[in-house]
């Protein structure tokens, strides 16, 4: 049952297996997005605190550490450990995440639920990543060894605390790295429970370390840090070029960056209705717009333009906005008043620049950080709106005539992260999914996003691949090893 009085346990830096206060002694207020309240004073990690997790995480990674020396089948029943903790503790985290983030209950749940998932899929992998046996010119035998990439600093967002924090986590310790991990500045609860419950797991002191504080502090110091070897970053593309420059510039660590999107989801004219409408719907509305691959333009073929515009309104109108611990709300506060403040701005933009505002376009009620569901329709391809990453819930209507120009047009952007079309025709849905530069399409559905499933973005929507087997990939190092054999045999 979800819980609005959760208890707030762990506040400290989670360094080394242990709660720790800020070596400055600082704390920060996380924030409750539904009143605007502070929920609880967290440790401010700086670059003081920064450098003791990667010292503890350095050592984690020596040569005969006990983590090292862990069978890798070992290192997947620490993991499963870890997400059998995350279960047994679900509705408390879920809880938490309803807190800190805002969203409904039923999502947050299903965050977490997808977090375990993704917990358990790479636990399997820790005993099956292995190199190659190579028939190298010369007689030689060549061999490949995949090696953890050592410390790795892990940066995430607040728009799926836990979920982000899990699609880090697995995959870097299914490679049997050690983590330094900053939680975004708004969320960071979830993220020191999932730190106790890996104590409790069982991992060595210093593979897991937790560092909540703020971007160009905390975070700048993970970045910078010479014994760093690799970064992963979840967040906005603003901030993953000024991440890219700062590994470049300290160490050249390696870097992985999943960033924004202006995904497409392209609707076609041979379409049940209703269904797409509901597919374009939530493709948008989930979890309030925030969430970097929403479908944030709907291109909608000529013929069904006006039938789908006017049934996403009065699906739209009926969405339910509140307290997001009430079982019937689907839409709680935006993250923070940073946030409420940019989107009813792009509102203003798309007003001004001509789209036509269909309901919605106003902040609701005056506690807390809520924005009303909102539609634009008669949105053309040059207004603010439909280029820029709005992270907040407004849906963009466009209209198209043909296959071909709605694939230009979907193309026509910076990002790349992600794209849809609702088709009968597999004609249709096939030449879309291979012109369109994005890194996820999906056909007849939208986000549909799994532990198996690689995810990550084409152009400035970043570098690297997330979940299924590529997400291992940015944890690793490929070692030829070649041996000079006396004879060909
Ligand atoms: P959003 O726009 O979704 O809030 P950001 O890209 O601003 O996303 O933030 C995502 C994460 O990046 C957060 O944990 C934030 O603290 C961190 N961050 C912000 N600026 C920097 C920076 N200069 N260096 C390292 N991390 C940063």
Redesign the pocket.
Known sequence: MANPNQKIVYTKLFINNAFVDAQSGKKFATLNPVTGKTLAEVAEADKADVDLAVSAAKKAFERGSEWRNLDASQRGRLINKLADLIEEHKTELASLEVLDNGKPFAEADFDIQCSIDTFRYYAGWCDKIHGNTIPADGGSLAVTLKEAVGVVGQ?????YPLLMLAWKFAPALAAGCTIVL????QTPLSALFAAALSKQAGFPDGVINVVPG???TA??A??NHPDVRKVA????T??GR??AE?AAKSNLKKVSLELGGKSPLVVMEDVDLDEAVEIAHNALFANHGQCCCCGSRTFVQEKVYDAFVAKSVELTLKRKVGNPFSTDVQQGPQIDAESQQKILKYIELGKKEGAKLECGGKKWSNEGYFVEPTIFSSVTDNMTIAQEEI?GPVQSILKFKTLDEVIERANKTTYGLAAGILTKNIDWAFTFARAVEAGSVWINCFDATTAQTPFGGYKQSGHGRELGEDGLEPYLETKTIVVKLPTKN
């Open positions: 940066i995430i967002p607040w728009n900053k939680p975004a500045e703020f971007g160009e975070g700048h993970i970045v970053f979840t967040g906005s603003e901030v000024i991440i700062t992270f």
